[in-house]
């Protein structure tokens, strides 16, 4: 069993460029979510997914999109990246709401120019 | 906004040593989970505490949760260099979907 995996590990942007960060999980999860983390900071939620077909916004969504086409993947799209963007951006999964334990990623840093 | 707040920021101490961790929240919770962050790498899930109770153990982490006074501790006995990681506090509110996580306590063991 991978768990939860990310792609890429790392990613460098100029401001305006669009991207998608990939999450998978294999653990059959009905939750998962999208968090950033910066430095001094806990984890911000982002957007998360209750099962698939449905996202929900987080504590900080603005600038960020997300699909759940299939159970096993949680896209987060960056559609014009600002350097407030620039953050370590880390994937979970559980397979119930909080407090289930959250299964996490490897994270995949994005440095924005 | 951060429901969390772990104090110390950083701390360092001799292999061996006990670590003792504190995290403080604002509003009332129903429970309260601790996580730990090597460097470079996702968080993993150390131990959960319910607002019932006190106390709670894990192998060499003991969790204490003081409702009246909105904080809990999070005690590593016996160091050792593996724990050298960061540690963070999740609450969640009542009817939320979502973890509310503070800024983290950086623990560095010296061999």
């Known amino acids: 069993n991978a768990g939860v995996t990310q792609t890429p590990k790392f990613r460098v942007l100029k401001t305006g460029q669009s991207m998608t960060l990939l999450c998978a999980q294999d653990?059959?999860?009905?939750?998962m979510y999208w968090y950033r983390q910066d430095p001094g900071m806990g984890l911000r939620l982002i957007h998360y997914?209750?099962?698939?077909?449905?996202?929900a916004k987080g504590e900080v969504p603005d600038g960020y999109n997300v699909s759940r086409l299939k159970k096993q993947n949680f896209l987060l799209g960056l559609e014009s990246a600002a350097p407030s963007q620039t953050s370590v951006y880390f994937c979970?999964?559980?397979?119930?709401?909080?407090?289930?334990?959250?299964?996490f990623g490897p994270g995949t840093r994005l440095t924005v120019l | 906004s951060q429901q969390g707040e772990e104090d110390p920021q950083a701390l360092s101490i001799q292999e061996g040593e006990n670590a003792t961790m504190n995290c403080s929240y604002k509003?009332?919770?129903?429970?309260l989970q601790w996580y730990r962050q090597n460097s470079g790498r996702g968080l993993v899930h150390l131990i959960l505490?319910?607002?019932n109770e006190r106390e709670k153990h894990s192998g060499r982490l003991r969790v204490t949760l003081d409702t009246s006074k909105k904080s809990s501790s999070l005690l590593i006995t016996a160091s050792r260099a593996a724990d050298t990681a960061s540690y963070f506090c999740?609450?969640?509110?009542?009817?939320?979907?979502?973890?509310?996580w503070g800024a983290g306590t950086k623990l560095i063991i010296k061999p």
């Open positions: 997914s209750v099962g698939e077909g449905t996202t």
């Open positions: 999740a609450t969640k509110r009542d009817s939320n979907y979502q973890l509310i």
């Open positions: 505490i319910r607002s």
């Open positions: 509003t009332s919770i129903n429970n």
């Open positions: 979970a999964s559980s397979s119930g709401p909080p407090p289930n334990e959250q299964f």
């Open positions: 653990m059959n999860h009905e939750y």
